[in-house]
Every structure is written in structure tokens, then in C-alpha cells.
């Protein structure tokens, strides 16, 4: 699960991570009493998607006046922001960070994730700030430094002088970067975080060290043990039909093809994509409607599906160990004559009362194709559209 800037920065405040002041203003808030109440003369107005690499794509706008604060929030507030996360249709701005504006000495790169290779925390920093982290890796991998915790032991103080040399600090802004660093540590582990980004990380011109920008990534099989996490979830930010399917406990993850896909069985639906790429189609959606899959959770799994403007053609995969191949052939032969269908649907179901479910499908009025096997399932499928 992902937030936005505004909320990470409070979780950081909370976790005494230094971030400038700031306040959260939608359209109905007044951006000019906002940076009035922060004071200062420099404020950054920075729309708040759930989307990086704002600053290119003319969300964070650096203003020296409260006409200019105003001014800035309303242009961010009014515009499709496109940046190189959002994909070319860009996103909705519905809210703004209103901060003080930071004297910056010097832009640094620090974030924390769990490395999958290593199974364990791992720190990744760099001098070279500000700039996505993949070119950095890239082009100069000698200037990242990846440091990995060991969870029985924690983030030991030798660790942290190593990144503050790699980061070239120097003076108390070692002592700052090490607070900074167990206080990041141990945010991490209590909010059951994924993943940390501080990019910029600065050095003020007073030499102090402050977040300026704050990613942060929860893990979605944590959530149970976080309701003030979940809290801060953004419906607006997610894709509306993987909340609706989140919402209904379906696996459900869009992808960039044409041929929607309900499958019961992770490993089964895994396969199915597979197979539906290797006979020349490319899948539209993961789709896992649970092992168990009810009648009831199929006709909504297919209404999802069907939402999905891009879908071409649908196939289903069904194997009927605890669910009853009919009862399934009921559920989607009902949704299909629910909705007004107008791509082909391609059924595969095997195992139990699977001759009851083929019955079901040629009866009813929709014009099924049905399936003996996958391969003839996925080939079918592909040849329908
Ligand atoms: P994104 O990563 O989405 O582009 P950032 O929060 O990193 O957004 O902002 C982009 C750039 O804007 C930063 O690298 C920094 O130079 C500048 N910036 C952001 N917030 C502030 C601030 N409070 N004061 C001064 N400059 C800022
Ligand atoms: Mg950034």
C-alpha cells in the first residue's frame, strides 16, 4: 500500500525523521492562509499523486509570494500531471503539499527496502541526490553504496558512519545522518514498511540534514496489524478496479494486453498467462478468484473483467476441485446474460461435474466457445479476437 508525500512526512515527524513544515490543502483549503501560517518567504506547492518524478512533470512549483503560492496551487490543482510513473494519460491532482521552501547545500539519495536475494533490510544511498536512483545504479554504480542489515542485530553503528562517508557528510551531520538513520530503522520495522525513499535527502545551507521528498511503501499482509495505516489509504489513487476487486478479495492486478483472464488458483492463472503469451496473445489482467471460488465470486470476477475497456476477448480457466464445475458454469453463464457482452468468451472448466458445465454453457444463450484443454483454451482465445 502506498501514501502520499504529505502523509509520509507526518509519519516521519512521528518517528523524529527532520521534514520541512508543511500543510495538506485540497481545492476547498486557502493556499494563501496555508503559507501564511508557515511564514518564511520561499514555499514549494507539490501535487500530491501517488506517482514520482513530479518536479519534471511541473508539479512542484518553488514560489517567493503568497499570490504566487495561490497562483502555483491552482495551476497543480487544474492540471493532468504526466511524469515518467503516471503513463501518457497522466493523473488527477486532487490535493496539494503547501512546505517551506528549503535552502538546499547539497541533494542526497537514501531509501531502505527489503531485499528479497539477501532476505533482510537493505540501505541504499548516494551523493548523487535528487536524480532517479536506476540511472545513478546505471551509469556510475560506484557512487551507490548498499548496506544490509542483519534483523537479529539491527542497524549497527559502524553502518551508519559507512553511509554518512558515502554520502560525504561531515561535522555534526554525521551525528544528525546516524539519528536519522536508526530513527528510518526503526520506522521500517514498526509500521511493517516495504519500502523507504528519501529522494532528495539535503544538506541544508545551515548544514543540517532534512527528508525533502518521503516515499513510502507498506506491505499489503501487515495491513491487519496497522488500522492507522489503513486509514490513510487514497481510493482516488488506485486503480478502480483492483480496489473494487481488493474490496471483494480477488487477487486481481491489470496488466497491459487485451485478454482478460479469471482463474481459480494462483499457480493455475500464473500458467494460463503463460500459455496465453506463448500461443502469440498477451493477458489483460492477473486474475486469482481464490481456489474455493463461489458462483457468487465468479459473476463478480467477470463483471470486473468485462469493466475493463481494453479486454478483447476473456478466457476462463477453471478447475473444479472444491468448487463444482456447474455451479461456476452457472455463475458465469447468469453475469454473461447480466451484462451486455460483446467480446468473445472462451471456457475451459475440468474436474468436477465438468460434463454438467459444459451442458449448462451450450444451453444457455451465449455464445460460449468452449474448451477441452488449456492449450486448446488459450489458442482458442487468441483466435477469437
Ligand atoms: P519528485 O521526486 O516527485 O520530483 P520531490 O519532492 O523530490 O518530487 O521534489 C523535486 C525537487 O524539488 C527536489 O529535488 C528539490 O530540489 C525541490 N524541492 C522539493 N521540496 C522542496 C522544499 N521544501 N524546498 C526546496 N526545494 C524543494
Ligand atoms: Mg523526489
Given at each position: 500500500?502506498?501514501?502520499?508525500?504529505?502523509?509520509?512526512?507526518?509519519?516521519?515527524?512521528?518517528f523524529g525523521i527532520p521534514v520541512p513544515n508543511g500543510k495538506m490543502c485540497t481545492r476547498d483549503d486557502s493556499v494563501r492562509e496555508a503559507a501564511q501560517e508557515l511564514?518564511?518567504?520561499?514555499?514549494?506547492?507539490?501535487?500530491?499523486?501517488?506517482?514520482?518524478g513530479r518536479g519534471k512533470g511541473g508539479g512542484v512549483r518553488v514560489v517567493r509570494s503568497l499570490e504566487e503560492a495561490e497562483k502555483a496551487a491552482d495551476d497543480i490543482l487544474n492540471m493532468r500531471l504526466v511524469t515518467a510513473q503516471t503513463g501518457e494519460e497522466g493523473r488527477e491532482v486532487r490535493k496539494v503539499l503547501v512546505e517551506e521552501g528549503v535552502a538546499i547545500q547539497k541533494e542526497l539519495y537514501l531509501s531502505m527496502l527489503v531485499d528479497r536475494a539477501s532476505n533482510a533490510p537493505v540501505i541504499i544511498c548516494s551523493e548523487a541526490g535528487g536524480m532517479e536512483i536506476e540511472e545513478v545504479a546505471a551509469e556510475t554504480p560506484e557512487k551507490v553504496l548498499r548496506e544490509t542489515v542483519e534483523p537479529n542485530l539491527g542497524l549497527r553503528t559502524y553502518q551508519t558512519r559507512r553511509i554518512a562517508q558515502a554520502l560525504g557528510l561531515s561535522g555534526q551531520t554525521v551525528r544528525q545522518a546516524g539519528k536519522m538513520l536508526s530513527n528510518l530503522y526503526r520506522l521500517f520495522q514498526e509500521t511493517d514498511a516495504s519500502m523507504v525513499e528519501i529522494n532528495p535527502l539535503v544538506v541544508t545551507e545551515s548544514g543540517d540534514l532534512i527528508a525533502l521528498d518521503a516515499k513510502l511503501q507498506f506491505e499489503d499482509n501487515a495491513l491487519f496489524r496497522h488500522d492507522e495505516i489503513v486509514a490513510l489509504r487514497d481510493i482516488d489513487e488506485e486503480d478502480p478496479l483492483e480496489a473494487q476487486a481488493a474490496e471483494l478479495n480477488l487477487s486481481y492486478i491489470r496488466l497491459d494486453g487485451n485478454i482478460g483472464c479469471m482463474v481459480n488458483g494462483a499457480g493455475l492463472a500464473m500458467a494460463t498467462m503463460d500459455l496465453i503469451q506463448y500461443v502469440g496473445g498477451s493477458p489483460a489482467n492477473f486474475l486469482d478468484v481464490g481456489g474455493g471460488a463461489s458462483a457468487a465470486s465468479v459473476e463478480k470476477a467477470f463483471r470486473i473483467i468485462l469493466a475493463d475497456p481494453r479486454v478483447k476477448a476473456i478466457l476462463i480457466n477453471i478447475f473444479g476441485g472444491i468448487v463444482r464445475c456447474d455451479r461456476v458454469a452457472q455463475g458465469v453463464a447468469e453475469a454473461a446474460g447480466?451484462?451486455?457482452?460483446?467480446?468473445?468468451?472462451v471456457v475451459r472448466l475440468e474436474g468436477t461435474n465438468a460434463e454438467e458445465a459444459r451442458e449448462i454453457l451450450e444451453a444457455s444463450t451465449i455464445d460460449f466457445v468452449v474448451a477441452a484443454n488449456l492449450r486448446e483454451a488459450a489458442e482458442k482465445v487468441v483466435s477469437a479476437m
Amino acid at each position: 500500500m502506498n501514501v502520499h508525500e504529505y502523509q509520509a512526512k507526518q509519519i516521519f515527524r512521528e518517528f523524529g525523521i527532520p521534514v520541512p513544515n508543511g500543510k495538506m490543502c485540497t481545492r476547498d483549503d486557502s493556499v494563501r492562509e496555508a503559507a501564511q501560517e508557515l511564514g518564511g518567504d520561499t514555499w514549494v506547492v507539490k501535487a500530491q499523486v501517488h506517482a514520482g518524478g513530479r518536479g519534471k512533470g511541473g508539479g512542484v512549483r518553488v514560489v517567493r509570494s503568497l499570490e504566487e503560492a495561490e497562483k502555483a496551487a491552482d495551476d497543480i490543482l487544474n492540471m493532468r500531471l504526466v511524469t515518467a510513473q503516471t503513463g501518457e494519460e497522466g493523473r488527477e491532482v486532487r490535493k496539494v503539499l503547501v512546505e517551506e521552501g528549503v535552502a538546499i547545500q547539497k541533494e542526497l539519495y537514501l531509501s531502505m527496502l527489503v531485499d528479497r536475494a539477501s532476505n533482510a533490510p537493505v540501505i541504499i544511498c548516494s551523493e548523487a541526490g535528487g536524480m532517479e536512483i536506476e540511472e545513478v545504479a546505471a551509469e556510475t554504480p560506484e557512487k551507490v553504496l548498499r548496506e544490509t542489515v542483519e534483523p537479529n542485530l539491527g542497524l549497527r553503528t559502524y553502518q551508519t558512519r559507512r553511509i554518512a562517508q558515502a554520502l560525504g557528510l561531515s561535522g555534526q551531520t554525521v551525528r544528525q545522518a546516524g539519528k536519522m538513520l536508526s530513527n528510518l530503522y526503526r520506522l521500517f520495522q514498526e509500521t511493517d514498511a516495504s519500502m523507504v525513499e528519501i529522494n532528495p535527502l539535503v544538506v541544508t545551507e545551515s548544514g543540517d540534514l532534512i527528508a525533502l521528498d518521503a516515499k513510502l511503501q507498506f506491505e499489503d499482509n501487515a495491513l491487519f496489524r496497522h488500522d492507522e495505516i489503513v486509514a490513510l489509504r487514497d481510493i482516488d489513487e488506485e486503480d478502480p478496479l483492483e480496489a473494487q476487486a481488493a474490496e471483494l478479495n480477488l487477487s486481481y492486478i491489470r496488466l497491459d494486453g487485451n485478454i482478460g483472464c479469471m482463474v481459480n488458483g494462483a499457480g493455475l492463472a500464473m500458467a494460463t498467462m503463460d500459455l496465453i503469451q506463448y500461443v502469440g496473445g498477451s493477458p489483460a489482467n492477473f486474475l486469482d478468484v481464490g481456489g474455493g471460488a463461489s458462483a457468487a465470486s465468479v459473476e463478480k470476477a467477470f463483471r470486473i473483467i468485462l469493466a475493463d475497456p481494453r479486454v478483447k476477448a476473456i478466457l476462463i480457466n477453471i478447475f473444479g476441485g472444491i468448487v463444482r464445475c456447474d455451479r461456476v458454469a452457472q455463475g458465469v453463464a447468469e453475469a454473461a446474460g447480466n451484462v451486455d457482452l460483446k467480446v468473445p468468451v472462451v471456457v475451459r472448466l475440468e474436474g468436477t461435474n465438468a460434463e454438467e458445465a459444459r451442458e449448462i454453457l451450450e444451453a444457455s444463450t451465449i455464445d460460449f466457445v468452449v474448451a477441452a484443454n488449456l492449450r486448446e483454451a488459450a489458442e482458442k482465445v487468441v483466435s477469437a479476437m
